[in-house]
T-cell receptor, first 112, second 113 residues
Framework: AQKVTQAQTEISVVEKEDVTLDCVYE???????LFWYKQPPSGELVFLIR??????QNEISGRYSWNFQKSTSSFNFTITASQVVDSAVYFC?????????FGAGTILRVKS | DSGVTQTPKHLITATGQRVTLRCSPR?????VYWYQQSLDQGLQFLIQ???????AKGNILERFSAQQFPDLHSELNLSSLELGDSALYFC????????????FGAGTRLSVL
């Protein structure tokens, strides 16, 4: 069965600090995709990134970066120089058969 | 704005009632997915439709049903509602299915009193 674990329930940082959100997954599939979504206080789910299991290159998008390590089944997300607007719940997800399997989410609070 | 439209935004009803949640996918997307987000269960996949046909089923209760119409909009019907059905219900859409990026609507918050 597929499973996504986000061990950090809640993280609080001060603005401009860097923060890493951890994601560990389990799957027996040889080909799979990993995702990160953001859920701001307004409630919608916003897509951030999709990464396939064959591409282990790190990805950077502005202040966001992702580190995919197949050997440890991890897909961690780092926000550099965090801002108050980054405060949200962040979900890591794994593609299943025509569905997404989500982790429990990490609440990120960025204080000014 | 994801392009996925869900109505209504909020719904308050009583136990035993039936409600219908509506979803319009992004233009060009053929697949629609329904998810339930609750405090105790997290985000759970309910069901997927592709071009009018059911393609995948998750932890959807027998009291719940869904369909996708020829114009590709979808409805999720929840009947014999219980207090525990109170949750945020999301619709998502993608071009096909599989590992496509799913774009989510703003959700319908259901409160069963």
């Amino acid at each position: 069965a597929q499973k996504v674990t986000q061990a950090q329930t809640e993280i609080s940082v001060v603005e401009k600090e860097d923060v890493t959100l951890d994601c560990v997954y389990e799957t027996r599939d040889t080909t799979y995709y990993l995702f990160w979504y953001k859920q701001p206080p307004s409630g919608e789910l916003v897509f951030l990134i999709r990464r396939n299991s064959f591409d282990e290159q790190n990805e950077i998008s502005g202040r966001y970066s992702w580190n995919f390590q197949k050997s440890t089944s991890s897909f961690n997300f780092t926000i550099t120089a965090s801002q108050v607007v980054d405060s949200a719940v962040y979900f890591c997800a794994l593609s299943g058969l025509n569905k997404l399997v989500f982790g429990a989410g990490t609440i990120l609070r960025v204080k000014s | 704005d994801s392009g996925v439209t869900q109505t209504p935004k909020h719904l308050i009803t009583a136990t035993g009632q039936r409600v219908t949640l509506r979803c319009s996918p992004r233009s060009g997307d053929l697949s629609v997915y329904w998810y339930q987000q609750s405090l105790d269960q997290g985000l759970q996949f309910l069901i997927q439709y592709y071009n009018g046909e059911e393609r995948a089923k998750g932890n959807i209760l027998e009291r719940f049903s869904a369909q996708q119409f020829p114009d590709l909009h979808s409805e999720l019907n929840l009947s014999s509602l219980e207090l525990g059905d109170s949750a945020l219900y999301f619709c998502a859409s993608s071009f096909r299915g599989g590992s496509d990026i799913q774009y989510f609507g703003a959700g319908t918050r259901l409160s069963v009193l």
